[in-house]
């Protein structure tokens, strides 16, 4: 029986995409048909927090003039899925920049206008994200099916800082993005020689990652 260790589950993460492809193409074209997606330098502000962009941005236009851009970050994990993330950045007149600060530390973001989904300030509700998958693993779509379950159960329970749901109601959601995950990354070590760059899209050869730590059936 296939094994991973824990901690693998952890470290995965989605970051920007090296190029724009033809599937992110045709997710743009379904989100914002009259934009194109570009890359964004990130200069964080120094009191900006990560993933407050929407506070963030209308901080810094107080401060500096400017205006809020509304649209889509759009994040991939290589070989298995892309997803846009509703965003702001801000726009000073001349140039767009992202002065949210990212998990990952990213320096550039990929980032997709679409001024009409303005940001629910009142409500404080998040738009969900936007996922596809890149077909490479079956794994990929159920991870997308459980994980949009999530999303829309902490949306649905949470208003700015409050959260209506119990530790036990969610800790099954949870636990079943995980198990699919852990699918994805068995489904993808299979197929990846251990020279080739690692299943969790560090970008480091799988046999210097992750491989000791995936215990496939052979």
Not at 26 to 43: H, M
Not at 164 to 182: C, H, I, N
Request: net charge neutral; hydrophobic share 40%.
């Amino acid at each position: 029986m296939a094994a991973i260790a824990p901690h693998i589950l952890d470290k995965i993460g989605t970051t920007t995409p090296p190029a724009v492809t033809a599937a992110i193409r045709s997710l743009a074209r379904d989100l914002s048909p009259n934009f194109e997606p570009g890359f964004v330098p990130v200069r964080p502000a120094p009191s900006s927090q990560v993933s407050e962009c929407f506070p963030n941005v209308v901080a810094k236009v107080a401060q500096s003039g400017g205006r809020i851009l509304y649209g889509w970050a759009i994040w991939m994990w290589p070989r298995v899925f892309i997803e846009a993330e509703h965003h702001a950045v801000w726009d000073d007149g001349t140039d767009l920049v992202d002065i949210t600060p990212h998990i990952h530390g990213e320096k550039r973001i990929l980032f997709l206008p679409d001024p009409e989904r303005a940001y629910d300030f009142e409500g404080q509700s998040r738009l969900l994200n936007v996922k596809r998958s890149l077909g490479e693993v079956p794994a990929a779509q159920r991870w997308i099916d459980a994980s949009d379950q999530l999303q829309r159960f902490l949306v649905a329970h949470t208003a700015g800082a409050e959260m209506t749901f119990s530790r036990d109601e969610v800790m099954p959601l949870a636990d079943e993005v995980q198990y699919r995950k852990a699918e994805i990354l068995v489904a993808l070590a299979g197929r990846t020689r251990p020279h080739e760059p690692c299943v969790c899209g560090s970008g480091r050869k799988f046999r210097k990652c992750c491989f000791p730590h995936i215990h496939l059936d052979r």
